[in-house]
């Protein structure tokens, strides 16, 4: 099982910009697929982008053209950076498996951007 911590989260205000790390214990090539999703309180948790083993990225179009996903294959490590923020990106952010059936969830990084 490879564990997966998130960090990076904070207050920005709107069209600002961070940059999010999805750390894993073990290599990230044991997960085909690799997304960040995010929760807003009330609403369901929604996947934002993905990127797989071999680089290939998606994003929902609520972020397509503002986050980036990326990865470091050396620091086993996922990136979403993620720009021109907006209130409505105020969410607690996690990493996971994507494409498929999700592990257990994190305790994610809080993201909050204010207007």
């Known amino acids: 099982q490879v564990h997966l911590v998130e960090s990076g989260g904070g207050l920005v205000q709107a069209g600002g910009s961070l940059r999010l790390s999805c750390a894993a214990s073990g290599s990230i090539f044991s997960i085909p697929a690799i997304g960040w999703y995010r929760q807003a309180p009330g609403k369901q948790r929604e996947l934002v982008a993905a990127?797989?083993?071999?680089?290939?990225?998606n994003y929902a179009d609520s972020v397509k053209g503002r986050f980036t996903i990326s990865k470091d294959n050396a620091k086993n490590t996922v990136y979403l950076q993620m720009n021109s923020l907006k209130p409505d990106d105020t969410a607690v952010y996690y990493c996971n498996a994507a494409g498929g059936a999700p592990g257990s969830w994190g305790q994610g990084t809080q993201v909050t951007v204010s207007s």
């Open positions: 990127i797989t083993s071999g680089g290939s990225t």
